[in-house]
């Protein structure tokens, strides 16, 4: 059985950082890509970032590129989420979601999600 | 960047009705590679359909997707009382792997 679960979430100050995991279980963890996908509270989703099986490649959305980084362990099948220079519009719950393949992005299995919120 | 415009914003609809929702593509989605998304509250999203018109493991066969280039569907064949819920349209032939806005379908 596919199991993600997230963890790292909390409050944290505007300009403050925090890192996001994703313990994933249930398949073989290096064959699939990776992402993580936002919803801010009331509203839609958002594509965060995502990485390929390898993690040799990585892609951001606009709003977050420079600020945060998306890195994987295939060793210990874990994902990350390096969260720097948070704005007040970065809250969400933050899903980690795993792709339909190497290097496919659609996602079949998703995580339940943990909840940044950026605040003073 | 590729953004997907869905419509309508909120379907009302009785069970056992048709729902047909639609997802617009501002260009090409290469490869058909557009995504349907379920979303009831509290909950994680489930995917629903992939490659356009592939249904993903477990999905009833009342959910229907096609579509290509710019112009995607989702048909719900005849809701049942579980299908009520937010559905998302996502592309993810090309970086950022964007999402609709969403359709919500309630209950009529």
């Known amino acids: 059985e596919v199991q993600l679960v997230e963890s790292g979430g909390g409050l944290v100050q505007p300009g403050g950082s925090l890192r996001l995991s994703c313990a994933a279980s249930g398949f073989t963890f290096s064959s699939y890509a990776m992402s993580w996908v936002r919803q801010a509270p009331g509203k839609g989703l958002e594509w965060v970032s995502g990485i390929s099986g390898t993690g040799a490649s990585t892609y951001y959305a606009d709003s977050v590129n420079g600020r945060f980084t998306i890195s994987r362990d295939n060793s210990n099948n874990i994902l990350y989420l390096q969260m720097n220079s948070l704005r007040a519009e970065d809250t969400a719950v933050y899903y980690c979601a795993k792709g339909g393949g190497r290097r496919t992005y659609y996602f079949d299995y998703w995580g339940q999600g943990t909840l940044v919120t950026v605040s003073s | 960047e590729i953004v997907l415009t869905q419509s309508p914003g909120t379907l009302s609809l009785s069970p056992g009705e048709r729902a047909t929702l639609s997802c617009r593509a501002s260009?090409?989605?290469?490869?058909?590679?557009l995504a349907w998304y379920q979303q009831k509250p509290g909950q994680a999203p489930r995917l629903l359909i992939y490659?356009?018109?592939s249904r993903a493991t477990g999905i009833p066969d009342r959910f229907s997707g096609s579509g290509s280039g710019t112009d995607f569907t989702l048909t719900i064949s005849r809701l049942e009382p579980e299908d009520f819920a937010v559905y998302f349209c996502?592309?993810?032939?090309?970086?950022?792997?964007?999402f609709g806005q969403g359709t919500k379908v309630e209950i009529k």
């Open positions: 260009q090409s989605v290469s490869g058909s590679y």
């Open positions: 996502q592309q993810y032939g090309s970086s950022p792997y964007t």
């Open positions: 490659g356009a018109s």
